[in-house]
């Protein structure tokens, strides 16, 4: 188990494993299924964990205290402009402007985890 984490190519396979599986339950359950719900809203956590073996193996440290952080002021910056633009804050579609942009957010840097992982081979 301890190589898919910090294998590469074990965290991909993980990865496609995880969404093959949300898909199946996903077609399982489709009455049931939030309609708004999509596989790649499961991937950040195992996207922060995988970008934590990838960089610790790259340079000795881990990017994920600073992802965090930026995820974090991201939320408050994108509150203050919800309230801005709208003036008033619907959670509903806040969490999910965050969460989907926090699933960008989480690709772009395990991709560029991966590419600095790539380059030191």
Known sequence: ?????????????????????IFGLKRLLRRF?????????FWPPFLIVFTH????????S??????????MIMGIGLTLLT????????????FKLYWRVTDLLTIVIY???????LLTI
């Open 111 to 117: 991709l560029l985890a991966l590419g600095s992982f």
């Open 53 to 60: 073996f990838l960089t610790l193996q790259a340079t000795d």
């Open 33 to 41: 299924w939030p309609a708004h719900l999509l596989i790649i809203d």
């Open 83 to 94: 309230v801005i633009q709208q003036g008033e804050i619907l959670f509903g579609r806040f």
């Open 62 to 71: 881990s990017i994920v205290p600073y992802e965090v952080i930026s995820l």
């Open 1 to 21: 188990m301890h190589d898919l984490f910090t294998n590469w190519l074990g965290q991909i396979s993980l990865i496609a494993a995880v969404s093959v599986i």
